[in-house]
């Protein structure tokens, strides 16, 4: 008997069977718009081997004016169609599913030419939407349909139609983008009626056996948001017009409450798809921060849906369900919602990937070839770990030290900060990984010069060292590091100076605000951000807004630049933190000059003059003024004439960038 009954248990569509309830989620890579088609088909290839049962591609834009960039990737000749053929065709041969996503951005649109239900602005884009008339309607739809109609000549099993995150049909369904006051709007029956055509056409158009998803935002999260009345009776009336399967979207884009981010609690809205289920007849699809088997599985035991979507999961390991299936949960590389590499990537163009995996969206670019060389890696943290399993993966005979008695480097110190306790599942699958790869292990082991002659190859790994930030008094009794309030030995005080507001000082400001994570207690969580019942509250927003808990201590966070305190955090996180500590009464302060440190707290002065000294009251001041690589090994080794490769921080010590570390290490050792 399975682990996982109801999460690998076949689905009957009647036309054709999914071989369990997994379905890999829209993402949009970059990768089609490379237009390298052998690329493509081996990203989706590679998850279709990993036994998902189906797979829904990135956006594909119906026209130009829909597409979400200029240039956006789309079906819009017979050359498009032979082009997806390849993508269709390895997936078949791989045993796998996959449907063509169609997405119109209405007003989401980076583009001078986006349209919309009504020329109300996005406050992500820069652009004012022209407002569509009648006959600028009977384009898009028609553009839909034929997208459909391309994505079956391509060979695709199914389409899902993009109708939330506040995309265009997303747009047309509320009052807050959509003023119209003909048939397509005023009254929810009007301003329901785009989707709903959109999908009887495309039925019409695909016939019957033919997979249509109609993804439908289940709560807005916006204001003036859809009410739970008129999500059920879309849902309806979408199941009438001839959809298949119905997909949940969460919030949209420009909703100031975190839907996906690793501090969104595990299965964070799944009660809400639940309250679908029984009111349609066809499967319900439920998504958002669901990333492990056990996690699929109580969502589908508990009611919350017939089917799950992981999306970011299948970029971390693409084994995922095959891995399942074998009982191999614990080797399943997890999915940390941290953005860095999938999502940041996707808003600054670049092509996305995965800090977990790198291999992601890379498939035809990073091989690895069968080699015997031995290899003497010094570094259990993330870069580390990162060369040591690609070196195992080639069949070299690998050793891993490390001075400490655990794997994870500075992983060990994230995973305790609020928000981040997913690090502590990606350290346990390093360390069942290690364990399962045949790596030799040597922990606290202090690596000498001597300890690393005879390796074919030698890689240095061995971190950062806190920088010294040189102020007069930071060898006071009231002054600690970071590193020894992240590992809990220091005794930190009722008012705090935080000097860095980097990654870390973020990081250590949220860590001494609370002493119990909301993103361990769901309702807490929706307290704190004011997410409702959509039931109760239209669009899922509570009227009294966020209600966090009390901070325990009383917070200052500073930075030399004069500039907003954050900005190099994550394109898609950064705002999540930066409103975290505003709601924790968190005061930010730039461009200051750190003069000295006394009993009294952090004296500063401001600008190139130092002007307007200024003291801050704190009993404890915490030094987070970055990092230096640390180096001494190298050195040791070169002195031996044993020329190292140096990765990870050790390398770059730029804040703990542990998606440039973990890609280094892969990189590196599939090039040796």
Request: aromatic fraction near 6%.
């Amino acid at each position: 008997m399975t682990t996982y009954p109801h999460l690998l248990k076949p689905l009957d569509l009647g036309f054709t069977t999914l071989k369990n309830r997994v379905l890999m989620g829209s993402m949009h890579t970059g990768i089609e718009e490379t237009h390298d088609w052998n690329r493509v088909a081996e990203f989706y290839a590679t998850r279709a081997r990993g036994g998902v049962a189906l797979m829904v591609t990135g956006g594909m834009a119906p026209n130009a004016e829909g597409g979400v960039f200029p240039g956006a990737a789309g079906l819009f000749s017979d050359q498009d169609i032979t082009n997806h053929k390849i993508v269709t065709d390895r997936v078949h041969e791989a045993g796998g599913k996959i449907a063509m996503q169609i997405l119109h951005a209405g007003r989401y649109a980076y583009s001078k030419d986006c349209v919309a239900p009504s020329p109300v602005k996005s406050p992500i884009s820069p652009f004012p939407p022209k407002e569509l008339d009648e006959d600028g309607i009977e384009t898009q739809i028609c553009d839909m349909v034929v997208a459909a109609q391309r994505a079956k000549e391509a060979g695709y099993d199914g389409v899902e139609v993009m109708g939330s995150e506040g995309y265009f049909l997303n747009q047309f369904l509320v009052e807050h983008t959509n003023k119209r006051d003909d048939r397509w709007g005023g009254c929810y029956e009007n301003r329901m009626r785009l989707p709903i055509e959109v999908v009887r056409r495309v039925r019409e158009a695909v016939g019957t056996d033919f997979i249509v998803i109609y993804r439908l935002s289940m709560i807005d999260l916006i204001p003036n948001g859809s009410s739970w009345d008129e999500v059920v009776t879309l849902a309806k009336e979408i199941e009438a017009a001839g959809a298949t399967i119905l997909n949940t979207g969460i919030g949209w884009h420009e909703a100031r409450i975190p839907t996906i981010a690793t501090s969104v609690p595990r299965r964070a809205f799944t009660w809400v798809t639940k309250k679908l289920m029984g009111e349609v007849n066809i499967p319900i699809i439920t998504s958002n921060r669901i990333n492990t088997p056990q996690v699929g599985e109580d969502v589908l035991a508990d009611g919350c849906a017939d089917i799950v979507s992981m999306a970011r999961p299948f970029l971390a390991d693409p084994d995922f369900v095959s891995k399942a299936q074998a009982g191999k949960a614990d080797l399943i590389a997890p999915c940390i919602a941290c953005n860095q590499a999938c999502l940041d990537h996707t808003f600054s163009m670049k092509i996305a990937s995965c800090l977990v995996n790198p291999k992601a969206a890379h498939e035809t670019e990073i091989l690895l070839a069968p080699s015997d060389k031995s290899v003497g890696i010094v570094g259990a943290g993330p870069a580390g770990l990162a060369a040591a399993l690609t070196a195992a993966e080639r069949g070299m005979d690998v050793t891993l030290f490390d001075r400490a008695d655990d794997v994870g480097g500075q992983l060990n110190m994230a995973k305790k900060v609020p928000g981040k306790e997913e690090f502590w599942g990606l350290v346990d699958y390093y360390r069942a990984a290690v364990k399962a790869s045949g790596i030799t292990v040597k922990l606290g082991a202090d690596a000498t010069a001597d300890d690393l002659t005879g390796f074919d190859e030698v890689i240095v790994a061995t971190g950062v060292a806190p920088r010294d930030p040189q102020i007069d008094g930071q060898d006071g009794p009231n002054v600690v590091s970071y590193i020894d309030v992240l590992r809990g030995g220091a005794e930190v005080g009722k008012t705090v100076a935080i000097i860095g507001a980097g990654g870390i000082g973020f990081d250590v400001a949220e860590y001494l605000s609370t002493d119990e994570s909301p993103t361990n207690n769901l309702e807490e969580w929706l307290e704190e951000w004011g997410v409702g019942d959509p039931e109760t509250v239209r669009g899922g927003l509570r009227v009294e807004g966020p209600k966090p808990e009390a901070p325990l201590r009383q917070i200052t966070l500073l930075q030399r630049k004069a500039q907003k305190l954050g900005k190099g955090l994550g394109k898609t996180t950064g705002w999540i933190h930066r409103a975290t500590l505003k709601m924790k009464g968190v005061e930010m302060v730039g461009g200051v000059n750190y003069e000295r440190i006394d009993a009294d707290g952090l004296h500063v002065s401001f600008g190139e003059a130092r002007e307007r000294p200024t003291l801050i009251n704190a009993e404890t001041i915490v030094l987070c003024a970055g990092q230096v690589p640390e180096r001494s090994l190298a050195a040791s080794l070169q002195a031996k004439g044993i020329t190292p490769h140096v990765i990870g921080g050790a390398d770059v010590a730029a804040e703990l960038d542990a998606k440039r570390a973990i890609d280094q290490g892969t990189r590196l050792v599939a090039s040796l």
